[in-house]
């Protein structure tokens, strides 16, 4: 047991940093840059053993309050990889072909945070699905920190998924999306309330397929549905649901008027 700040942290779970080391290890082995093509497949081979033994030894923290068949969910989860592989694919692919600055594949695997908090989603949600503790929420604050993009493990999300730009986006636990949606910048996709005794019960919205949601909206609720093939315009509140084929926009009045109206300029102190 370590003692910090007078609550007591458990040594029967894994550490943060071998969780993080993982998640890492297992993005560098679903897209590794080669470098000598001979050598490729025996390295790949050996780095899967390796990720292999590192779940294992994360599980195998865990103490028998947690009821877990460690080796079983080694094996599902690593027999899911391939097709984790495939979903990944195909996200990045629609980015590619969605965002004109998105020159090849490569660059949307390395370079797009959106691409990387959905890696890290796909992995965490199957972990997720297989009663894995902690780890799953682990692995997606590691990517919430390194992209500023907050997705639940537990979210359900169709394949594929786009993310452009990213930054402050939130998709609640219980969150559904469809294929093919596409969601800005700032986008929250949340719960009306916190409220603990609703923890069971869906709270997040419904995404339905082919979806676009501009920057900087807001869509709550768990009986709120965004009907198919919608657009959601930037800087939208949404508590009710939205038929399908919709556009759906917040108009702002802007004034603009020439400065040497004022008799003095504008100062704010911030």
């Known amino acids: 047991m370590t003692l910090i700040h007078g609550y007591i942290l458990s040594s029967s779970v894994p550490k943060k940093k071998q969780v993080i080391d993982f998640a890492q290890d297992l993005v560098d082995y679903l897209f590794p840059v080669v470098e000598n093509e001979r050598t490729y497949e025996a390295r790949h081979r050996k780095k899967l053993d390796n990720l292999k033994n590192q779940l294992l030894e994360i599980l195998f923290a865990f103490n028998q309050t947690y009821k877990l068949d460690k080796e079983s969910v080694n094996d599902l989860f690593f027999s899911s990889l391939e097709g984790i592989k495939e979903h ?13 600055a998105a020159k090849s594949l490569e660059e949307v695997v390395l370079t797009y945070p959106g691409f990387m908090a959905v890696t890290a ?8 699905r297989l009663q894995v503790p902690l780890v799953p929420r682990i692995i997606s604050e590691w990517a919430h920190s390194i992209t500023g993009i907050d997705i639940h493990p537990g979210a359900t999300i169709g394949v594929p998924f786009m993310i452009d730009h990213g930054t402050g986006v939130v998709i609640g636990e219980t969150s559904v999306l469809g294929r093919n949606v596409k969601i800005y910048q700032g986008v929250t996709i949340g719960a009306l309330a916190v409220k603990k005794e609703e923890a069971e019960v869906k709270r997040h919205p419904t995404i339905e397929d082919n979806v676009i949601v501009y920057a900087n909206s807001t869509i709550l609720g768990g009986k709120t549905v965004i009907g198919r093939d919608s657009i959601i315009g930037g800087n939208c509140f949404i508590v009710e649901s939205v038929p399908p084929q919709s556009v759906v926009y917040h108009q702002p009045i802007i004034t603009v008027k020439n400065k040497k109206d004022f008799a003095e300029p504008l100062n704010w102190v911030i």
């Open 88 to 100: 990944l694919m195909e996200d990045a692919r629609a980015l590619q072909q969605f965002d004109p």
């Open 121 to 128: 989603y796909r992995v965490a949600h199957v972990l997720y």
